[in-house]
């Protein structure tokens, strides 16, 4: 008896520290629209899922016909890094990665300056508005 009420206590202690992890980040929740590259001209959707951190989401190219997914961190400060993988036609075609900081206001969530690297020493810059 006292080993059940062991982890019935872990478990609630568990499932009250995973709600309060997130509860302090700006970012959390569902959030959707569209991003732009000026050099070169690309642009596309991006759905992003935010729990406390951990970002998971899609992402489209609209320009080349490619899709993809979406995986990677955000603090409460704004700090994003996520993993694109896209593909085409079920190929692989690139993997990107992601990095700057986003600030979110009025359920807009923007930055007009993320970093975007494809392959080591090719650096894109990349805006991104999505509500949520």
Known sequence: MRRYIQIAIASVLLLLGWGCGGSGNPYNGFWTGTWTESTPAQNGTLTLNI???VVAGSITNATLSYSGSVTGTVDSS??????????SNGTQEYT???????TALNGTMTASSLSEQRVPGSTYTMSVSLTD
């Not at 704004?78 to 593909?87: A, F, V």
């Not at 990107?96 to 986003?102: A, I, L």
Request: with cysteine; charged share 0%.
């Open 51 to 53: 729990v406390g951190n």
């Open 96 to 102: 990107s990665t992601v990095t700057g900081v986003v």
């Open 78 to 87: 704004g700090n994003l890094s996520i993993t694109c993988s896209l593909s």
